[in-house]
């Protein structure tokens, strides 16, 4: 902000500013008394002395002499041979995985070279991050508006992951539909696909736990929308599974052909699918060479490499082979700490590497 002044300001301002002066004496202590003479406090050092022997006298009750805070090498060797065992076989944990999953890798990107998709690498190959791709959702909103774009053009996509027969691609996907309650309310559906004679509904998951909302939503679609046979679907990060059966009733079930679902009595069964069964359909389409188009084929590729590494939490193939050929500590470490995840990226590469 600019301020226009002039020269004859300056002498209207004169006399406040003697006026502070002349006050700033009133609120300061004067220098001297400010400044430490040495002169007067010269006896002051012999009170100190005698202060300070004291304190030294009773340090040894206070502290811990330095000889016996110190670690001699001589007194633990015998030590290190026992911890040597017990580091091997902690980090053996994760660093077996690691090496098994680098193997997996390495035959999962000759067979993905070899199939009709049009890639030559895993989708798990490279790292997907902010900085070297698009930008990655970051709620559930954000999946769900990628899911549609992935399920939309494709019936492939929809026959594998639903298990249902279809006639082609959906002809009309809705995200966020308002369906009215009766005491006049709505329930949002994340994802609805219409087919001629089918509808299928998708209850989108990842942090939130308000499960018991899918029964009531499926419920106001099958009302909204007649005329169709209902699919309906509640997609989840498989670490959620057990959450699911404490907060749901009735109690997750199992079908004869290992599908989830809960026996809602109204609207009915619906399916409890989890995101890694997503990726695992989108792998089948691709490798099968099942693709809409090359535009279709590279958004769903990249859509299942960014939900392997950001919810299912997969690690990519760089930060692997640091795990299965470590050259220093935090590599040897890092498997540990994700010994969990490793275990679950290397049964999922298991049974993907046959489509």
Known sequence: MAVEIDSDDWVALDPWWSAHTQAWPATRRAGSVSTLDPARVADCWSDLDSWWRAYADSGPHV???????????????????????????????GHETAVDIRELLRESNEAWR???????????????????GPLLPGTEEGWSDWLAK??????????ELFVVPVDGAPHEVLR???????????????????HADRGISIEVKLGDEHYGKTEETARLAEREYTGYEWHHTLLLPERKRDRLSTIVTPAVSSRDDGQLQVEWGDPG?????????VTAAIRTILRRGDAVNDHWAANAYLFCAAVE?????????????????????VDTVQPITVAGVLDNQREYLNTRQHP
């Not at 811990?64 to 001589?74: G, I, M, P, Q, Y």
């Not at 009709?116 to 895993?122: K, L, R």
């Open 114 to 132: 070899q199939s009709p998709a049009p890639f030559d690498t895993d989708p798990l190959a490279a790292a997907v991050t902010d900085d070297e």
């Open 150 to 159: 992935v399920l939309r053009p494709s019936a492939a996509l929809v026959a």
């Open 309 to 329: 590494q950001q919810i299912l939490r997969f690690q990519p193939q760089p930060i692997i082979e640091q795990m299965a050929d470590p050259a220093t500590i």
């Open 176 to 194: 966020e539909d308002q369906l009215a309650k009766d005491d006049g309310g709505f329930r949002r559906p994340d994802l609805l696909l219409f």
């Open 269 to 277: 069964p619906i399916a409890v699918v989890f995101w890694r069964d």
């Open 63 to 93: 502290r811990v002499a330095a000889s016996s805070r110190t670690l001699f090498v001589e007194q633990l060797e015998d030590e290190w041979t026992d911890l040597d065992s017990w580091w091997d076989a902690y980090t053996d944990i």
